[in-house]
C-alpha cells in the first residue's frame, strides 16, 4: 500500500489579497490555509462579520493569541476544541483532501467504498485496463494477508504445507484462467470475473475532514476494523497531520452533530 496526499484545500489568491489590502498590509495570511478555512465556517455561524471579513478582522486574535481556556495552541486551537466538544463539525466539511492510494486490493475498496457521504472516488478499471500477463500491467497483482504467514496444515501422506504456498498457487491459477479466457477473445470487462478480491486496484480519493475524522473513528486499529483498511485509515492520518498539525487531537473522536 502507498498513500500520498496529492492536493487540498487552499485559499485562493484573490482572497489573500482582499486580506492584505483589508489590513493595509499590517495582518498576514494565516500560514495554514485550512485552519484559515475552518476559523472563517466557524466564525460566519456565531458573528456578524461577513466571511470576507472573518480573517481581516479576527485572525490575529485567534493565530496570534495563546489558549484563553488554558489548553495548547492559540485561541484559534481552543476554538476548534470547543468546535468539537459541540458537536459541530459540519463546519469542517469545507475542508478538503485528496489522495493517491495505491496497491490495496479490491477487498478494501468494498469496505472503503461503504463510506459514501463527503467522500468521492475514481478507480481504476478491471474493464478497460487489462490484466493479463502479455499486457502492459503484467498480469494483475495481489494484496496477502499477513495471517497467512507461519501458517500450516497437515497433508496426509505428503506432510506440511504451508498456507502462504497455497494461496500464491491459487493467485498463480487465476491468472493463467485470465490469460486463457482472453487468448479464446474473452472481452476484459468479462474475463475479470475470475479476478479475486486479493487484486489490487488503485484509487484517486477526496474526503472532507468530517467524513475523514468519522471513518478514522470507524476503521482505527483496534477498533474491530480489517487490518489493511486500518492501515489506511492511519496512513491517511498520517498524511493529514503532516501538513495539518492543528487536527492531529481530533482523529478518534466521534465528529457528528
Not at 31 to 58: G, M, W
Not at 86 to 94: A, F, M, N
Not at 101 to 120: D, K, M, Y
Request: charged share 25%.
Amino acid at each position: 500500500m502507498n498513500v500520498k496526499l496529492i492536493a487540498h484545500t487552499a485559499l485562493s489568491d484573490e482572497f489573500i489579497a482582499e486580506i492584505y489590502a483589508a489590513t493595509d498590509g499590517v495582518i498576514s495570511p494565516p500560514e495554514n490555509d485550512r485552519a484559515a478555512v475552518a476559523l472563517t465556517a466557524i466564525r460566519t455561524c456565531y458573528s456578524p462579520l461577513k466571511p470576507t471579513e472573518v480573517i481581516a478582522q479576527e485572525g490575529a486574535k485567534y493565530f496570534g493569541t495563546a489558549a484563553s481556556d488554558g489548553g495548547s495552541g492559540t485561541d484559534a486551537d481552543r476554538l476548534f476544541r470547543h468546535i468539537f466538544r459541540s458537536k459541530h463539525t459540519s463546519t469542517l466539511e469545507h475542508i478538503t483532501y485528496t489522495f493517491a492510494v495505491e496497491g490495496v486490493s479490491r477487498s478494501l475498496l468494498a469496505q472503503l467504498t461503504r463510506h459514501r457521504i463527503g467522500f468521492s472516488f475514481s478507480v481504476q478499471s478491471q474493464r478497460y485496463v487489462k490484466f493479463g500477463s502479455d499486457d502492459k500491467s503484467g498480469g494483475f497483482d495481489y494484496v496477502t494477508p499477513p495471517s497467512l504467514n507461519g501458517k500450516t496444515r497437515a497433508l496426509q501422506p505428503w506432510g506440511v504445507e504451508h498456507a502462504i504456498d497455497e494461496y500464491e498457487d491459487a493467485m498463480r491459477k487465476l491468472q493463467y484462467v485470465y490469460d486463457r479466457l482472453r487468448e479464446a477473445g474473452v472481452p476484459a470487462e468479462d474475463a475479470r470475473y475470475v479476478l479475486p478480491n486479493a487484486a489490487v486496484c488503485n484509487i484517486v480519493m477526496t474526503v472532507n475532514l468530517r467524513a475523514l475524522l468519522e471513518f478514522y473513528a470507524k476503521r482505527r486499529h483496534g477498533n474491530g476494523a480489517q487490518w489493511e483498511i486500518a492501515d489506511l485509515a492511519e496512513t491517511l492520518r498520517e498524511e493529514v497531520t503532516k501538513v495539518d498539525a492543528w487536527v492531529a487531537p481530533f482523529f478518534g473522536e466521534e465528529a457528528a452533530d
